[in-house]
DNA sequence: TGACAAAACTAACGGTTATTAGTTTTTATA
DNA sequence: TATAAAAACTAATAACCGTTAGTTTTGTCA
């Protein structure tokens, strides 16, 4: 069952990784087995040896697949010629469009991250403690500008992040349909608060 | 070793609920054994079914003392003399409140109902769902009444619960030791949101 | 078509799991 | 101090776990 080489090499375990995503997302990671996420590729447990090397394995990748993309992002929105006030809108948009897009896996990493055995743990608490930092350096420097209110960095960038990830999208998203409404409501009340 | 009788009938098991509720935080339900949880009590794992029933029976005790707790507050809540905002910044506090001071059984009620059997994760989905109603019922007094903006109040509702179930406070709650300021923090940056 | 490699299979492993059955120890009360 | 209940213990169970070794099937390309 050779598939063409060289160009597809990786893709039948980015596909035990999506698989996985969704059970891990819907189960949980220790609670799901390799012969449940075996059935659901349609192949006998021992088959996935061929592609991965171990069941945390396939945790470490989703885990950190997921935080270099929001690393990434980070860079990207820091560099931005723009003020404080539209950077920590592009990045809450930013962790929207991933729930959104790409949920087993986001939720995956924001839930299932206890699990990683050491040092992996500690490697991926560390990339969350930077990215978070550099969230509230932004806020600083929007305080500093007067484009915020005099909050505490620290506790602004834990209320958001904790409302973003925490967020149970799929309920959500299929009533309302209406994505970027969706986006722009959920975002407003992180910046606008509720009072009028 | 037989206790005071009556009087101190099901404190052993409260212990063991207790005890459990902070291994279920650290480790998570699944990945937790029966084992572990005899060794932290100091006693052989048999030995605890002298006092439970089952593994899962400890984690449905958490999670339904938990809810019945938040839906009698919201039931209080819902009494009370007031306008919509005091009651809205009730909740929040209560909330909090909770998380500060019943932090792994929240915790683990937050994380770890997915593990519970059917029909038990039905029921507790069921009251989540009526406690989110109620709580939308609130935010739609309000803005009836002018006090809010005219958001949709399910989504106003979903920001504020995922914000403040998620919150891991242990790291940020040693910091800042000022419990007070910490809680009027957060309950303003809900409310206020984080532009002047 | 024959050769080679990718990917499936079966059988089995040692280890861990929650839980039971039956017995012994501990402790409070009468 | 004798009694009875509460709560500990040891031993063992069947089920399930992730993973390995070795073999067979499948598909592609020369």
């Known amino acids: 069952m050779a ?55 396939i945790l470490h990748s989703i885990c950190f697949k997921i935080a270099r993309e929001f690393l990434h992002n980070m860079k990207q929105v820091m560099q931005m010629p723009a003020n404080e006030l539209t950077r920590i809108e592009a990045i809450i948009r930013f962790h929207l469009f991933m729930m959104l897009n790409h949920y087993d896996e986001v939720f995956v990493a924001n839930h299932e991250w206890r699990q990683l055995e050491e040092p992996a743990r500690s490697e991926f608490l560390s990339l969350r403690n930077q990215y978070e930092q550099q969230f509230s350096q932004i806020i600083s420097q929007g305080i500093k500008a007067g484009e915020f209110k005099k909050v505490e960095p620290q506790i602004a960038v834990l209320v958001i992040l904790s409302a973003v990830r925490g967020l149970e999208f799929l309920n959500l998203a299929k009533k309302h349909r209406n994505t970027p409404n969706l986006t722009t409501d959920i975002t407003n009340h992180l910046l606008k608060g509720l009072i009028p």
């Open 3 to 57: 598939r063409i080489r060289t160009i597809n090499k990786g893709t039948r375990r980015e596909l035990i990784n999506d698989t996985a995503a969704a059970l891990f997302r819907a189960k949980g990671f220790t609670a799901s087995s390799m012969r449940e996420l075996a059935e659901k590729m349609g192949v006998e447990a021992p088959s996935l040896y061929n592609h991965i090397g171990s069941k945390g394995e």
